[in-house]
């Protein structure tokens, strides 16, 4: 399965939906559905100072694989204190908002 987005438009807020299965850089308020039956691998987060406060990207790893995908912190950025997060079971997610400085959120996970 290769990389692909698509944009969505519902009630006037846009969100790109990502499908991935291979290492991938954020670049906009997304939705990332992440399978990792070739591997391990990073999606990389946005600069928190690049997108407006309250702007959320959602990581959801949607396979049974053994392989994680991390959910990985841009330049010095924090996601919570860390600089990673690591999905390693299907359906685990990670809901993150920016603060538009260097810090990620967060707001939901399970």
Same mark, same amino acid.
Not at 57 to 83: E, L
Not at 88 to 109: E, F, I, M, R
């Given at each position: ?14 969100? =790109?939906?990502? /499908?991935?299965d291979s %290492?991938? #850089? &954020?670049?906009?308020? $997304?939705?990332?559905l992440a +399978? ?32 994680? =995908?991390?959910? /990985?912190?841009?330049? %010095?950025? #924090? &996601?919570?204190?860390? $600089?990673?997060?690591?999905? +390693? ?8 908002v920016s ?12």
């Amino acid at each position: 399965m290769a990389n692909t987005q698509s944009r969505t438009d519902r009630d006037r807020i846009s969100r =790109v939906v990502a /499908t991935l299965d291979s %290492a991938y #850089t &954020i670049v906009e308020d $997304t939705l990332v559905l992440a +399978a990792s039956a070739g591997g391990a691998y990073a999606v990389t987060l946005p600069l928190a100072a690049s997108v407006a406060p309250g702007v959320g990207i959602v990581v959801k790893k949607t396979d049974v694989a053994a392989n994680t =995908v991390t959910v /990985t912190r841009a330049g %010095a950025d #924090t &996601i919570d204190g860390a $600089t990673t997060y690591a999905l +390693a079971t299907q359906y685990k997610y990670v809901h993150l908002v920016s603060d538009g400085g260097t810090k990620w959120h967060v707001v939901a996970n399970n």
